[in-house]
């Protein structure tokens, strides 16, 4: 198992719309890939990571959340893989951080309630719908796959801003 380097805003691959994998063709690869995304997710304490995140352009995350709202809750891992957000509904505003920004954190208008059409790590095609902070993994890791970052659904105004604080924080990335 190795701990993977995250790749950083800036670099071309987290702009880069990822195509749907063939699953079988994945397969082969999956059982290290996904024992590295998540020793690498749970090293730099994320609720996921997405594949360009780690330099791969497969259409494919990883989501490590707690089962439940308890205290020391054990994770549940969600391996999606060529997901599709089939509905959104409800809006809220939250914190929000990002692997490939460490150290950035805004306000970010999200769906409450989605439902998510992905394969899962078996092989076998799901439809999920999830609330709460899943609903927010989802639609994070499904913007990454898509070449988007939490910083593109700020208000415009915001840019000069966050241009700024992003040039102070770089020097301390990897
Ligand atoms: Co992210």
New binding site residues.
């Given amino acids: 198992m190795s701990i993977l380097r995250v790749t950083k805003y800036g670099e071309s691959i987290l702009r880069q719309k990822l195509k749907p994998v063939d699953y079988k063709e994945l397969a082969p690869k999956l059982p290290q890939l996904l024992k590295d995304m998540e020793e690498t997710c749970l090293a730099v304490r ?1 609720v ?3 594949a360009n ?1 780690i330099g791969l352009d497969y259409r494919m995350a990883l989501i490590l959340i707690p089962e439940s709202d308890e205290e020391n809750a054990p994770l549940k891992r969600y391996v999606i893989i060529n997901p599709k957000i089939l509905s959104m509904r409800g809006e809220k505003i939250e914190e929000e ?5 460490p150290g950035l954190w805004a306000e970010v208008k999200r769906a409450t309630d989605v439902t998510i059409q992905y394969i899962d790590e078996n092989g076998v095609e799901q439809v999920k719908r999830a609330r709460g902070l899943l609903a927010k993994a989802f639609q ?2 499904v ?2 796959l898509d070449g988007k ?2 910083i593109d659904l700020l208000d415009p105004t915001l840019k000069p801003e966050i241009k700024k604080a992003i040039k102070k924080l770089r020097s301390k990335w990897n």
């Fill in positions: 994320g996921g990571l997405a995140q951080g990002c692997l490939s920004l994070h890791e913007d990454h970052l939490f």
